[in-house]
């Protein structure tokens, strides 16, 4: 035995258990213990077998350190038919989550007892594998198809009760696993119960229109992404092959998927969650306390935020310019907490608890006892300025003062207080209660313990942090403007807006460029336009077309046209925005686009700008654009991330294209500086984030 499993008897039980913190992983000592206990106990004469797990759950899934290396013996399907082939009973007893693996070992076994909080599920979609271990062939011979359809494709998971009534358990019970594990067992062997193994129960039913459903909902919800569709394919050969030849089949699918481009993506982004809030300036930095928050302006944004807060357990005070406005930002959050009781985010008992830390005023002396106040009024510098002046004078001492700002310079905002150590740059994304994304903006003078409480907040807000550095739009926004200027210069060159969205959906980002415009409101456009009129260069591409559709009235969404018409959620191109753009065409060339020349354009623009991003230090890791496109912006998660979409297609490719372009726009198609010296260098951006770690 190995010493992650350990075998004991209980009188003429035998229990086996898990142990190797901190979540009993699936790593080779458990798979080897787990096959030599069941050798154990075939030699032994006790009766039947109890699997469970020590500390806080039975056994989570995969051991990620294992991932990306070459699988040792024993495999864990082997794992999992060695437990069901032993002839005498074998129980598990779960308790806290059994996803992925965890969840194939317990339905190896012959009967499954789960203790209440309990979580049976199959989240290897979200790493673009299937599940690897006769999980897709055991679970619909107990459960039918149905809610192995629901779940698989997914990546998601059934509590303890919902489990009893799919079938998926045997029994629910409340208390120690261990206990309650032994009992059972006890139970079933008074009761003479038989070795019941679910890979000899009868091949689930086939339901072709269940798995014609499946598969439409998922062509048209994975945008791209293969594995949910093959985790159908998958459950389907549960319904046509004996078992032996389904988890056969299903390794097939599984390694197979092992291979693709989409598993290395989304590895990537899984890794990356983890390392972006790793940052040696924040190390061993102590966050500043965090209790009472401070947010100015109650519109779009702040409200936002301050529902954010409220749902983490923080107080806040709203400042808003009157009565009347304050009164509406207390009905958007309260509007805005319902919705959150609807979509079980929020007990309904912490309903009203959580609105009772809400106060909406309009006096800024109220902001005096708060940790932090985080600014979302216009984003207007002059507003900024009396805001932080006045912000300056109330708060206390070692309060930080927070803006929500998307493009202006924030060491200018700091320069309005006599602490621009304690300001820094909150950059939440709209709605700030949903998105996930907040890019933390540090200033120069920003201090080390501020930039740490932004991340300690984020984390408390259940968002993903991204450092940040100044600049017009950050990361994210600069990059944006950019690969919107890439579309629209490929409208002046004959491009159709609705083909350039389709293209870009095909790509898999949930919506195109012009559509987000309609969403955000072309008024938005329009008045950055305006702002940035003054300091444009002569050679820059102005969408003319856009300024008039602005003027015409056509807003997008909210007006109910824009490039599209909207009618109610459907969306019709419109066709009266083409003798705009034939007008501001004027006697330019024209030529046809491919939907993969869209993207290659696209894309090219997103990440020469990053690497402009990279360059200049405002992000400093590659991995930060990625997590920032990822969670800010809709970028396929499948993908990884721009950067690492530029090292999959190879970055000489993308500067070739790039000197190519250039030569017909030279303004636009600059070549980043850190682009051309890591195609000199022959290194990638994943190279640079390798070095980042060291
Ligand atoms: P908004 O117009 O919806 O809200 C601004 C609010 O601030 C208004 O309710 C206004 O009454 C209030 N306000 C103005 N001056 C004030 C003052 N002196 N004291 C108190 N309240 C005042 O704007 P928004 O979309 O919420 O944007 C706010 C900020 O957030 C801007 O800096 C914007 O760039 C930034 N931002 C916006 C988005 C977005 O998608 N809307 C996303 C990220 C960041």
């Known amino acids: 035995m190995t010493e992650a499993v350990r075998y004991e008897r209980e009188g003429s039980v035998a229990v086996i258990t898990v142990a190797n913190p901190p979540v009993n992983a699936l790593g080779l000592a458990v798979r080897q213990g787990l096959w ?11 009766e039947i077998a109890l699997i469970v797990g ?15 290396k070459p699988p040792v013996e024993p495999y864990l399907p082997d794992v999992c038919t060695h437990i069901e082939r032993s002839t005498k009973p074998v129980v598990a007893a779960v308790h806290g989550p059994a996803l992925g693996g965890g969840c194939e070992v317990a339905l190896g076994a012959h009967y499954r007892l789960a203790i209440k909080g309990a979580q049976f599920g199959f989240p290897e979609v979200k790493l673009g594998l299937i599940p690897g271990a006769g999980g897709s062939q055991r679970m619909p011979r107990l459960t039918g198809v149905g809610p192995a359809l629901e779940m698989m494709p997914a990546g998601g998971s059934v509590t303890a009760d919902e489990a009893l009534e799919i079938g998926l358990v045997d029994r629910v019970a409340e208390g120690d696993a261990r206990e309650a594990g032994l009992a059972y067992a006890r139970e079933l062997l008074e009761s003479g119960a038989p070795v ?7 091949r689930p039913a086939d339901d072709a229109a269940a798995f014609d459903a499946a598969r439409a ?6 945008r791209g992404e293969v594995a949910p569709l093959r985790a159908i394919d998958a459950i389907e050969a549960a319904t046509k092959m004996d078992l032996d030849e389904g988890v056969r089949e299903e390794r097939r699918i599984f390694l197979e998927l092992m291979e693709t481009p989409q598993r290395a993506g989304l590895i990537h982004a899984f890794f990356n969650d983890r390392k972006v809030a790793k940052l040696p300036e924040i190390e061993g930095i102590a966050p500043r306390n965090m209790a009472h928050v401070g947010v100015i302006g109650g519109g779009t944004m702040g409200a936002g ?3 954010a807060c409220l749902l983490s357990g923080l107080s806040v005070t709203l400042i808003e310019r009157d009565a009347a406005a304050a009164d509406k930002a207390r009905g958007t959050i309260t509007a805005n907490l319902d919705a959150a009781v609807k979509r079980g985010k929020l007990p309904a008992d912490r309903r009203d608890a959580t609105l009772s830390q809400l106060s909406t005023v309009t006096d800024y002396a109220e902001l005096s006892d708060c940790d932090l106040a985080i600014e979302a009024v216009f984003e207007d510098m002059a507003v900024k300025h009396e805001v932080f002046a006045r912000l300056d004078a109330v708060m206390k001492p070692g309060a ?5 700002t998307s493009y202006l310079d924030v060491n200018e905002i700091a320069a309005a207080t006599r602490r621009p150590s304690d300001v820094i740059g909150l950059h939440f994304f709209s709605p700030a209660h949903v998105m996930k994304l907040l890019e933390v903006v540090v200033a120069d003078a920003t201090a080390a313990d501020v930039t740490a409480t932004a991340f300690a907040l984020a984390k408390r807000l259940g968002k993903i942090a991204v450092r940040a550095g100044v600049c017009d739009g950050f990361i994210g926004n600069r990059m944006l403007a950019t690969y919107r200027g890439a579309a629209d210069r490929m409208i002046l060159d004959g491009a159709s807006p609705w083909e350039i969205d389709a293209a870009i959906k095909a790509f898999g980002l949930p919506m195109g460029p012009f559509e987000m415009s309609d969403l955000a409101g072309l008024d938005i456009g329009f008045m950055t336009r305006k702002r940035k009129a003054a300091t444009r260069d002569p050679r820059d591409v102005v969408p003319t077309w856009a300024d008039a559709m602005y003027h015409e009235g056509w807003l997008g969404q909210k007006t109910g046209q824009g490039y599209y018409v909207h009618e109610g959620r459907k969306a019709t191109p419109n066709e009266a925005v083409k003798p705009l753009i034939e007008a501001a065409r004027g006697d330019r060339p024209q030529r046809t686009f491919t939907p993969e020349e869209i993207q290659r354009v696209y894309m090219a623009a997103m990440v020469n700008e990053a690497a402009k991003v990279l360059g200049e230090e405002i992000a400093r890791r590659p991995l930060d654009v990625d997590v920032t496109l990822l969670y800010g912006y809709g970028f396929p998660r499948w993908r990884g991330g721009p950067m690492q979409w530029a090292d999959t297609v190879g970055l000489p490719a993308l500067l070739t294209d790039i000197n190519e372009w250039s030569k017909a726009d030279p303004y636009f198609w600059q070549p980043a500086p850190l682009l051309e010296q890591l195609v000199t260098e022959g290194r990638c951006f994943a190279d640079l984030n390798k070095e980042a770690a060291q």
């Not at 030599?36 to 006790?46: L, M, N, P, V, Y």
């Not at 019941?196 to 009868?202: D, I, M, S």
């Not at 909902?217 to 994975?222: A, C, E, G, I, M």
């Open 196 to 202: 019941r193994a679910v890979g000899t129960l009868p």
């Open 305 to 307: 935020i301050a529902t």
């Open 54 to 68: 020590e500390g806080r759950l039975f056994i989570g899934g995969a051991d990620i350190s294992e991932f990306g």
């Open 217 to 222: 909902l998922w062509q048209k919800k994975s």
């Open 400 to 404: 930080i003062l927070a803006t929500n």
């Open 36 to 46: 030599q206990a069941i050798d154990r106990f075939a030699e032994d004469d006790a």
